[in-house]
């Protein structure tokens, strides 16, 4: 399905979530006004860096372990709709919770190109559910 002109242009550039485009790489080559708002990195502050910008540096070693094999082998455990709950850094090196999901670019031979991630900052929900679960917890041990 073909979207009408500029459509898809405009969902990039509008939407309030981050979109974030990498090449094989990981480095970035998209970063929409979403991704600024979340993470506080302008586009052209982003733009050609290393995921690492954004990822807590005790979990770089296992991103790159899972970037390198979803290169390799064109799958992601996380490309079909499945959610990934991560914590991600901002700019001002704020720790916040995202939740997001990948799609794997291609290029003309269908070899994995890149991705494009969709993430959400769901910081708040995360610490009020660990809010409730410390309340419960604490309630439940003076019964």
């Given at each position: 399905m073909n979207m009408p002109g500029g459509l898809g242009e405009a969902l990039l550039r509008s939407a309030s979530d981050a979109i974030v485009a990498t090449d094989r790489d990981g480095r970035i080559t998209f970063w929409n006004p979403g991704a600024e708002r979340i993470f506080g990195f302008?586009?052209?502050?982003?733009?050609?860096q290393p995921l690492d910008i954004i990822i807590p540096e005790n979990l770089?070693?296992?991103h790159w372990e899972?970037?390198?094999h979803t290169m390799a082998t064109g799958t992601s455990r996380y490309g079909h709709g499945d959610l990934l709950s991560v914590p991600a850094l901002t700019k001002d090196r704020q720790r916040i919770s995202v939740e997001f999901t990948i799609?794997?670019?291609r290029n003309d031979r269908q070899e994995v190109a890149g991705t494009v991630a969709v993430m959400r900052d769901v910081t708040?929900?995360?610490e009020e559910v660990r809010d409730l679960k410390r309340r419960l917890a604490a309630a439940g041990g003076k019964a």
């Open positions: 302008t586009a052209n502050e982003a733009a050609g770089r070693a296992r899972g970037f390198r799609v794997l670019l708040k929900r995360f």
